[in-house]
């Protein structure tokens, strides 16, 4: 079924009515409703309540006419851009991209072909010597398989001195930001890689510094610097020196280009548990939360007071390791905060709607462990009549039409390194899990309107209509959970 005509029509035979019956009910001509369903019109709001009325539609089938509303409109690469987005957040599918990138080096008089990781071996080799320093600053360069090869570079140097730096143009075509987020993802994981990004400055003007990689690389003995860029031939090129006047030349552009960006990053360690960025964003707007399970607004209150009473010295050795001054706060005071942000973000859940997409996995693993993909050491888990408690309450706002919350389940293999949480407001947060340190989260925060819809129309529209479970086929799956787990 590939449109909104075939779809209505598939409705229409399930129920026994004709196409006569449903243009009386909505009180317009054949002729327009055969235009509306062939995307020729667009329907306004009381036509379309009327048409789901007369239908009886279930409100995942009222999501699958707004998706085949979209695509009969010809809305531009509305499913290619929508493909892109599952790509993005399929971990798997991310990992398989990571081609090898082929460069043509330049040192000197010397002109050779090499693969990224052997342009970067005089790099981690000087990472083994002593006053090893290095700093790498990125324009655009989101070729996906440059991405993962990255990646790699990066891994080998956690525990040094490494600043990273990615100017990100967001732009007006869909499916490019998309693709950008995709190349931008694996690399939010490492502490030391900072993303900056804009939405109005167009870097096709800027032409050869509009994807550029400067590197530069120290030790105790000598300063080492590299240029690389895409070139006319579909590789890069690399050019290696000593010369930090030429370094000089292209560095001062990065940095004039680097006024027009501002960072993702807001806040970026493990003491985000009491951030109230979140808190704000729940506030005033509704919000779609992408994750393998539910966000941490969704433990009942009382649970939270109930498992906190369990903190040992196990969790107070992690409170060291990661929430700076701890020693001054103590534990009484840390539980106390917790419980007033998590009972604010728990009311504020309340006020705005909210939907969660999360996966049979990430639910399960909930149910088995008491724990959640983002959760953090210093939290003590939820025992099995918590999670029961739980559980319970994410059925109810299923079975429930009036609730202002909405819990999906895709099939999607969802990356449990990261989460997203979008506003309709405009806000993306990407929430992902560093690689350093167990338990710590890099949060970014990206104010772009355009790529905030994208999220909102891929959850409530797309993904429903292609990926997910009914809301009675949820019901059965929590209600086997409680099962299985915790009765």
């Not at 409705?11 to 235009?35: F, H, P, W």
């Not at 009325?53 to 707004?66: D, N, R, S, W």
């Not at 096709?204 to 990689?213: G, K, Q, R, W």
Request: hydrophobic share 40%.
């Amino acid at each position: 079924m590939k449109n909104l005509y075939d779809y209505i029509k598939a409705k229409l035979k399930d129920k026994g009515l004709r196409i006569e019956d449903l243009y009386q009910a909505c009180n317009v001509s054949r002729t327009t409703m055969y235009r509306l369903m062939k995307g020729l019109s667009q329907p306004d709001h009381g036509i379309l309540e009327k048409m789901i009325a007369f239908l009886g539609l279930t409100p995942l089938e009222q999501q699958e006419v707004y998706y085949y509303l979209r695509l009969s409109a010809g809305i531009e690469n509305y499913d290619r851009t929508m493909e892109s987005v599952a790509h993005m957040l399929t971990a798997s599918e991310r990992a398989a991209s990571g081609d090898d990138h082929l460069i043509e080096f330049f040192r000197g008089n010397d002109r050779l072909i090499r693969d990224f990781d052997e342009i970067f071996q005089e790099v981690l080799q000087a990472a083994e010597q002593e006053g090893f320093y290095c700093e790498i600053k990125i324009v655009n360069f989101l070729d996906s398989s440059f991405a993962m090869q990255l990646r790699k570079i990066l891994e080998a140097l956690i525990g040094k001195a490494v600043s990273v730096e990615h100017l990100v143009n967001f732009w007006d075509d869909e499916s490019q930001n998309i693709e950008a987020l995709c190349a931008v993802l694996p690399l939010l994981a490492y502490r030391f890689y900072t993303v900056y990004y804009s939405g109005y400055i167009n870097l096709e003007a800027a032409d050869y510094f509009s994807n550029l990689m400067l590197v530069k690389f120290s030790d105790s003995k000598s300063d080492s610097y590299m240029v690389l860029s895409p070139s006319q031939t579909g590789n890069s090129i690399c050019y290696s020196f000593q010369d930090k006047h030429l370094y000089r030349l292209f560095f001062k552009q990065y940095e004039g280009l680097k006024k027009h960006f501002q960072s993702a990053l807001i806040q970026a360690r493990s003491a985000d548990f009491l951030n109230e960025f979140s808190l704000n964003i729940e506030l005033h707007s509704d919000i779609v939360l992408i994750k393998p399970n539910p966000c941490y607004n969704r433990i009942p209150y009382d649970c939270y007071i109930s498992a906190l009473k369990r903190i040992n010295g196990e969790h107070i050795s992690a409170l060291d390791a990661c929430v700076p001054g701890f020693h001054q706060i103590g534990v009484e005071r840390f539980t106390a905060s917790i419980l007033e942000i998590m009972q604010k973000r728990i009311e504020a859940s309340q006020i705005n709607h909210q939907v969660d997409i999360c996966t049979r996995e990430g639910l399960e693993q909930l149910a088995a462990t008491g724990r959640l993909s983002d959760d953090y050491p210093f939290f003590p888990g939820l025992n099995r009549q918590e999670v029961k408690t739980m559980l319970l309450k994410l059925k109810a706002a299923v079975e429930s039409p009036t609730e202002n919350y909405q819990l999906r389940i895709t099939d999607l293999n969802l990356d449990p390194g990261c989460y997203f949480l979008v506003s309709k407001g405009g806000v993306v947060e990407i929430g992902s899990l560093s690689k350093e340190l167990y338990g710590d989260i890099s949060n970014n925060y990206i104010e772009h309107p355009l790529l905030s819809k994208i999220f909102i129309e891929f959850a409530t529209s797309y993904l429903p209509s292609h990926h997910c479970l009914s809301d009675d086929e949820t019901a059965e799956f929590l209600s086997d959970l409680i099962k299985r787990y915790c009765d």
